[in-house]
């Protein structure tokens, strides 16, 4: 999922900031974190999953090195991975984005107990 979430154009930053994240939330917001992506990968996910399985790998990376843009399954998995992306943002990042800023360490946190 990682490579096709860095294909749409999320940064390996905001990937590593939901795995934070997704560490400092209890148990309850985790499971509700499962069923938000079980969702995203059983619908935005397979969709990518499906048009970029209707050629050969090969293919893909042919298209990028003769930088061929306008061929119909170009397009199709373009719209995919907009949607993959728009959705992967507006329903994974920004879910419980407020639980995480209460509970991750304070900035002048050292590590040290008092």
Same mark, same amino acid.
């Given at each position: 999922?990682?490579?096709?979430?860095?294909?749409?154009?999320?940064?390996?930053?905001?990937?590593?900031?939901?795995?934070?994240?997704?560490?400092? =939330?209890?148990?309850?917001?985790?499971? %509700?974190? +499962?069923? !938000? *992506?079980?969702?995203?990968?059983?619908? &935005?996910?397979?969709?990518?999953?499906?048009?970029?399985? =209707?050629?050969?790998?090969?293919?893909? %990376?042919? +298209?990028? !090195? *003769?930088?061929?843009?306008?061929?119909? &399954?170009?397009?199709?998995?373009?719209?995919?991975?907009?949607?993959?992306?728009?959705?992967?943002?507006?329903?994974?990042?920004?879910?419980?984005?407020?639980?995480?800023? &209460?509970?991750?360490?304070?900035?002048?946190?050292?590590?040290?107990?008092?």
């Amino acid at each position: 999922m990682k490579d096709f979430l860095l294909m749409s154009g999320i940064n390996k930053k905001s990937l590593r900031s939901l795995n934070e994240r997704l560490l400092c =939330l209890g148990n309850i917001t985790a499971c %509700e974190y +499962y069923t !938000i *992506l079980s969702d995203f990968e059983l619908y &935005e996910y397979r969709e990518v999953i499906e048009i970029y399985s =209707l050629l050969p790998k090969e293919q893909w %990376e042919n +298209y990028a !090195i *003769l930088e061929i843009v306008d061929q119909r &399954e170009q397009l199709l998995l373009n719209r995919a991975l907009k949607v993959l992306k728009n959705t992967f943002i507006r329903k994974v990042m920004q879910y419980g984005q407020e639980e995480y800023i &209460e509970t991750s360490p304070s900035e002048d946190f050292d590590g040290i107990g008092s």
